[in-house]
């Protein structure tokens, strides 16, 4: 097991220019666990993300990651630490996938230092770990969406942080790959106790690989919990302003929402 | 303590070392054919150089030229070499590796090939100023170069500006630049027009670039800046291949993108302004050296070198050609325009045709 990590935010402002993203908000991440993060478009989720990275510094409140103010740390120290995958990473032309997921040692790097051994070890179980070792040398442009989201994963991995932080890993995925990323990311979690935050979309697919979920809306924190206790028909109607029927999905056990809509429904609200 | 994927108590599995084995040899590969072009442009440029201080009008063997570069009096070469063709061959080696080591900047930070200083009018801000502080102003050697540097960085920061809405997007920053470099064009023009005695040579100097009189004290700025600015781009050269990632990723990988931006812009800006004061903007090299070098490079390594490298080989190149392979004599800039204007209308259609991304 590795050390776990805490990630904490502390009364965090958030904004671009004129325009203040995320309120006073304040959150612990269970270390060694997955947290989701779900919410209506535009409420602050990549934001927040952003500046748990500190890609965009705080107008007020505090990020802390074991006590310590992370905009105190330096880049690459922070780096060693906690991966972000950010929603559209851009792929270098004619770049291979050996070279891409070797980007992710960049912070073990420093301007001089020569390529080590360990460098490579710590690709080649990014490439295992992610079923894409036989696409070592082969340009990623080539690849199709699922693979190259799992060559992005891989580089995320190489870094070898403690915790992972993913923008929408799912997005643009068809179902299978969708099931096949989060597989990889759970099999991360419980194999080496990689702390993962994801932002993602489908509330139910949240609710079933997630230990721990936060449910957000217009820059607020409205529900944090298992899944158990957050997706109810309460938080989907505070949340996303929608009517659902919430029951206990057969396959996993955890809640599984079934929206009201005005069509296609049978039984009257339960 | 960082998590590593192997616990050290375990040794590494024997697949992994096979996984690691491939990695490293793709690696070894890359970089290898990345060492072979950068000699072998290495060695085209120094053939090049060597041939340009032998031939001309008169040829003089390698043995005279030694003794001219050794400081010994050779008659007719002393002059020939020493004066004309040495000055020349040496503006032409610094102010292409300047023009190919700022436009792959530009390039790959942008990433978008049409982003090149030279395109978007950061080069015609500096022959604009220089042309100004020459004509107008009859100021010489560091007072221009000042001018031209101060006119490229305000250019450069004026279209940032301009281009500016919720981050760059690289299209619009394009756009904005050809615009500025259309009107900063005309400026040259009008500049050259209120020249009390119109010298042509000088004209296209400031127009297009051009090798013709280069002098000692033209090409010395260029050198020192050279000594400044190179290092310090070479410096940020992995950060600044990181950033091609995009900036989040690269941020989040431990790069200071604003930072690493910030010190290649001005190293950049610097070099193309100070080549431009010393030889005018010579058209396109800046904007063909960085694809021509990724073209021969492959994949994704640091282009900074191998740009420097083809930068300095097309101007050396083309002012050979300009001199001799004619009937009559073009100044460089005519020759590499040549070369340049069909690839930019090519860039145009693709990327009007596929986003345009780099």
């Known amino acids: ?270 | 303590m960082t998590a590593t994927l192997l616990p050290p108590s375990r040794p590494p599995s024997t697949t992994l070392e096979v996984t690691a084995a491939a990695v490293a040899r793709g690696r070894v590969r890359r970089n290898l054919r990345r060492r072979v072009v950068v000699t072998v442009l290495a060695v085209l440029v120094a053939g090049v150089f060597v041939l340009s201080l032998l031939v001309g009008h008169t040829y003089y063997s390698p043995d005279e030229v030694l003794r001219v570069i050794l400081g010994e009096r050779v008659d007719g070469a002393t002059f020939t070499v020493g004066r004309l063709r040495l000055p020349r061959a040496v503006t032409a080696l610094a102010t292409g590796a300047s023009f190919g080591l700022g436009g792959v900047t530009f390039q790959t930070m942008l990433r978008n090939p049409l982003a090149s200083p030279d395109v978007i009018g950061i080069t015609s801000g500096a022959g604009a100023a220089a042309a100004f502080a020459i004509v107008i102003l009859s100021l010489s050697g560091t007072a221009v170069s000042a001018m031209a540097i101060a006119a490229s960085l305000g250019v450069a920061l004026l279209i940032y500006g301009l281009a500016y809405k919720d981050g760059v997007a690289g299209t619009r920053l394009v756009l904005i630049g050809i615009g500025m470099a259309a009107m900063l064009h005309s400026a040259t023009f009008y500049v050259l027009s209120r020249a009390t005695e119109w010298d042509r040579a000088e004209a296209t100097r400031w127009i297009s670039g051009s090798l013709n009189g280069s002098q000692w004290k033209d090409v010395v700025p260029v050198l020192l800046a050279m000594v400044v600015l190179v290092p310090t781009l070479l410096l940020q050269s992995r950060n600044l291949s990181m950033t091609r990632l995009g900036d989040d990723a690269a941020g989040a990988l431990g790069v200071r993108v604003e930072r690493t931006r910030a010190t290649v812009v001005v190293a950049a800006v610097g070099l193309i302004a100070f080549a431009t004061a010393a030889a005018g903007p010579i058209a396109f090299v800046a904007f063909l050296s960085g694809p021509i070098a990724a073209r021969l490079v492959g994949g994704s390594a640091s282009l900074l070198v191998p740009a420097g490298l083809v930068g300095a080989l097309l101007v050396l190149v083309a002012d050979l050609c300009g001199q001799y392979a004619f009937s009559m004599r073009y100044p460089v800039g005519v020759v590499t325009g040549v070369l340049g204007a069909p690839y930019l209308l090519y860039l145009i259609v693709r990327s009007n045709r596929a986003g345009g991304s780099w």
């Not at chain 1, 309120?23 to 779900?38: D, K, M, R």
Request: net charge negative; with cysteine; proline share 6%.
């Open chain 1, 1 to 270: 097991m590795t050390a776990t990590r805490r990630l904490e935010v502390d009364q965090l402002e958030l904004g671009y220019r004129d325009r203040t993203v995320i309120h006073s908000l304040s959150l612990l991440v269970p270390p060694g666990q997955v947290t989701a993060i779900v919410g209506p478009n535009a409420c602050g989720k990549s934001t927040l993300l952003r500046a748990l990275t500190r890609l965009l510094p705080p107008r007020r409140g505090r990020v802390l990651l074991d006590g310590q103010e992370i905009h105190r740390l330096r880049a690459k120290e922070l780096a060693r630490q906690l991966g972000l995958l950010p929603q559209s990473p851009i792929a270098p032309e004619g770049i291979t996938v050996g070279d891409l997921v070797g980007r992710g040692r960049h912070p073990h790097q420093s301007v001089f230092s020569r390529w080590s051994h360990a460098d490579d070890l710590a690709v080649a179980a990014a490439l295992e770990a992610t079923q894409t070792t036989e696409l070592v040398d082969r340009p990623v442009d080539e690849l199709s969406g699922g693979q190259r989201q799992r060559v992005w994963i891989a580089m995320a991995l190489a870094q070898e942080t403690d915790v992972l932080l993913l923008d929408e890993p799912t997005t643009f995925l068809d179902v299978s790959h969708q099931i096949e990323v989060l597989d990889l990311l759970t099999d991360l979690n419980r194999s080496r106790g990689t702390t993962i935050v994801m932002v993602l979309h489908d509330l139910n697919v949240a609710a079933r690989y997630a230990d721990h979920l936060l449910a957000m809306v217009a820059g607020r924190l409205h529900a944090a919990g298992p899944p158990e206790d957050v997706l109810t028909t309460e938080t989907v109607r505070a949340v996303f302003g929608l009517d659902s029927h919430v029951i206990t999905d057969p396959v996993s056990g955890k809640p599984l929402m079934l929206p009201i809509g005005r069509h296609h429904v049978e039984r009257a609200r339960v």
